[in-house]
């Protein structure tokens, strides 16, 4: 450690004693590597405050020592964003201890949780009260709502209810200059000027610390229902979609996946079976929902509305969840895509991106072409999100070989991608964020937006205290 | 005009002719004043651009030139935020020929206006294609969409739909080095940093100039029902929105008005009637709707939801709409309350508030009592949005005389006003912005905020052209 940081261990240790700060290797190990052993880090020290006031301790501290802090929620970061820079410049800020469900307001449809809150407690919490907190991902067992505001997180059921973004209804946090902006006062108006709550949802840390927030419930489903289609392409699948959204608002999911994919979870995921007898190139999985008792059942609801458009031969072929298990067991087939993809075709550049929705079912398509036709044996394909305009867009080495040609042409690969993304209207970063992963590749692509988030970033952080490194 | 003034305006003429430049004081006289008559300024010249292009340039110059520009949409700003400084320092930039309707895209359910749009002309352009754009306020004939969204503008119908921060889904808008920002791409996820959308909405002209937005859309109203209310007090009005929401989402607006303002309608508007046989010290409007023929009757829905609420004595007395007439004359005793006030009371001081909702019932009558008794004489009153929290808070000079008085006393009264709010965890800003009115008050009760906004403000706007002396 440097000598300034050994200055704010010491200084933070006897303000609040060994649990708020720990030098230990054994306690810093865990959280220098993503989750998926992409970026690895260093740091002499990982602050573990259990109080938004031992957060403003610590940051006001650092910003006068100009010691650099990482702020770490469930580690779940898909672009490097919460792993210490390798030179040990900056210590980590986690925030696991403050993990508390503060007030669940029933008549307000309201949760106001820590950041440090998993997401799956936040889940059952309101959940044992009647109410839903809508955004849900595969991390939700580690993933945490600092981080999920800090990622402006998206998910399976933004279609509905949109990303964390139009979930949070204000946010705690710690300013660079250890200031507390208390966003959590519930006021439905406030003209007060610029919104800081909106500026640190997607911020990933580099503005502040966030470490509380008051999020949007919704009611519990009191029933679901699934459906997988089989279709002849992406157009048809979008076609589908707004086909049902005409005559419902209760569609909360509509997923993507060619079905080649369908192909390597069938042959790599125990316990799945097919969905349809039939074969199809393109499947989607649609899942629709009722609060109550009192509205329509949704299977009936998916069945009505489903059987004109396999009548008009938009839809190929479709079956229903009849139980819960059948629900769940569609969506199995969902989240296991990825390390079945990985089981089959080994590793992959993966792309989180979005298009107009619209534009997603030809870029689909073209895309997967030109990146073929750029990388001859090289096999391109996207599944995920449709109903957002938000794919994740893979393309695996095919014959072009392994992990080799992955690590020697992967960077070409996605430039190219990003540059197909960027002439569609699109966004190079969908749900994931930036982080380092993106950071030279907005920079490309984006120059004058990089140029207005870094004025904002040294206009709040001078001193580059926050998050050193990742975004801007 | 200054010297740098003139070159910016002579630049300009050359560039892009008479029309988008006048120096004519026929042309610049009639905005200069707010439409209150509460501020007037003077400025040498006045902007009138026709494209996103022309108001790049024009931006670019004034940057290079250090010549300050106000943005103007339909000058109805209640706080002086669209009024020229009253030395000429700067020149007025009016957005009003900028009014085209680009595009509306029913499926997606979205409007594409320019800043310039008046709002009643953008409600009738989307209402031919049986959509609405669903807030409305009372300046609607000359309020612009550019307006609306650089005050993040309220009105009747937040209850359900929120205020323009949660209806704009992209912003395209000048920034004060002359970038164009391009937020209009549609995209439904994009997490590549600081939200600059969600950053310009509410800015009041400060970080740039909107030119153009993209728009939420809902179904048109297919029905609609008012009922009027007789009630006890505002707690009483509260638990009667709680009630009715615990059953339904249908309820759009949910004003509350106290007796006395309704006899001054009744007394000074022509043609209005007493809603009610009986008297009530307090009384709400409530209004539901339904998108099509499928749903309930929304007149049905109210008479079925408040029996049992009349039943249990919450709600003294109701009447609900036969008729889409009776429904407006509802509405009417509603919208003429400011004036028939004005008529009956003489001026006021008048203050837009918001504190959580659960708390504007005592603060409502607790707030009255404080300010009635600090100046006895006075009489002070709530009226408006119950439902979300904010109500239009006036203090009349009562018995201690009249326009004298409030002129003498206003600001003092003014300031116990704000510190009650703050008091109570509220705004002193809910929907009308801050402008050069409430911008020492401000300063005054949130000095941490507003160091935040001003170390934006000046990240992106070094040289202070946009809007100087409002907001920060």
Same mark, same amino acid.
């Given at each position: ?16 004693g060994k649990r708020t700060v720990s030098t230990d290797a054994r306690d810093i190990e865990p959280w220098l590597t993503d989750w998926r052993g992409r970026w690895t880090g260093k740091a002499g020290a990982i602050f573990q405050p259990s109080s938004t006031e031992e957060v403003a301790a610590i940051v006001t ?31 980590? =800020? ?27 407690? =936040? ?49 705690e946090a710690v300013l660079p200059d250890g200031t507390i902006h208390d966003g959590l006062s519930g006021l439905k108006k406030d003209n007060r000027g610029y919104s800081i709550d909106q500026l640190l949802i997607g911020a990933e840390g580099t503005l502040g610390i966030v470490t509380a927030a008051r999020l $949007? ?159 001859p044996g090289a096999s391109a394909t996207g599944f995920g999100h449709l109903g957002d305009g938000n794919i994740h867009f893979h393309v695996r080495a095919g014959l072009r070989g392994g992990t080799d040609w992955l690590q020697r042409e992967g960077p070409a690969v996605t430039r190219l991608v990003h540059d ?17 992963? $993106? ?17 904002? $970033? ?11 490194? $990742?975004?801007?």
């Amino acid at each position: 450690m440097t000598p300034a940081q050994q200055s704010l261990v010491d200084e933070i240790r006897s303000r609040f004693g060994k649990r708020t700060v720990s030098t230990d290797a054994r306690d810093i190990e865990p959280w220098l590597t993503d989750w998926r052993g992409r970026w690895t880090g260093k740091a002499g020290a990982i602050f573990q405050p259990s109080s938004t006031e031992e957060v403003a301790a610590i940051v006001t501290s650092a910003t006068r020592l100009g010691v650099a802090l990482v702020p770490q929620g469930g580690n779940t970061s898909m672009v490097g964003g919460a792993t210490p820079p390798d030179d040990g410049s900056a210590l980590i =800020l986690s925030l696991r201890r403050m993990n508390r469900i503060r007030l669940i307001d029933k008549a307000a449809m309201r949760v106001e949780a820590e950041a440090g809150a998993v997401l799956q407690n =936040l889940h059952e919490a309101v959940a044992a009260q009647g109410l839903r907190f809508p955004l849900t991902l595969g991390a939700k067992g580690s993933a945490t709502i600092g981080g999920l505001i800090s990622t402006n997180a998206g998910g399976t059921q933004v279609l509905r209810f949109g990303p964390m973004r139009a979930l949070v209804d204000g946010v705690e946090a710690v300013l660079p200059d250890g200031t507390i902006h208390d966003g959590l006062s519930g006021l439905k108006k406030d003209n007060r000027g610029y919104s800081i709550d909106q500026l640190l949802i997607g911020a990933e840390g580099t503005l502040g610390i966030v470490t509380a927030a008051r999020l $949007k419930l919704v009611p519990a489903i009191h029933s679901r229902a699934v459906a997988w289609l089989g279709l002849a392409s992406p157009q048809a699948a979008l076609d589908t979609l707004r086909a049902l959204e005409a005559e419902t608002d209760r569609i909360e999911g509509f997923e993507i996946l060619p079905d080649e994919s369908l192909q390597a979870v069938l042959s790599h995921i125990p316990g799945t079976r097919p969905p349809l007898q039939s074969h199809h190139p393109w499947h989607a999985l649609v899942e629709a929902t009722a609060d109550g008792p009192g509205t329509d059942n949704p299977a009936e609801l998916l069945a009505r509305l489903l059987a004109p458009l396999v009548e008009r031969g938009l839809v190929a072929d479709a079956s229903i969840s009849a139980s819960e298990a059948q629900a769940e067991a569609f969506w199995r087939i969902r989240d296991s895509l990825s390390e079945a993809e990985r089981a089959t075709f080994g590793p992959a550049t993966q792309h989180d991106i979005s298009v107009p929705v619209d534009a997603m079912p030809a870029f689909m398509v073209d895309a997967a072409a030109k990146v073929e036709q750029a990388f001859p044996g090289a096999s391109a394909t996207g599944f995920g999100h449709l109903g957002d305009g938000n794919i994740h867009f893979h393309v695996r080495a095919g014959l072009r070989g392994g992990t080799d040609w992955l690590q020697r042409e992967g960077p070409a690969v996605t430039r190219l991608v990003h540059d197909l993304v960027t002439a569609a209207g699109g966004s190079i970063s969908a749900e994931h964020g930036i982080g380092v992963m $993106k950071k030279e590749e907005l920079e490309r692509l984006s120059p004058d937006r990089v140029r207005v988030l870094r004025a904002i $970033k040294i206009s709040l952080d001078p001193t580059a205290v926050m998050n050193p490194g $990742k975004l801007v």
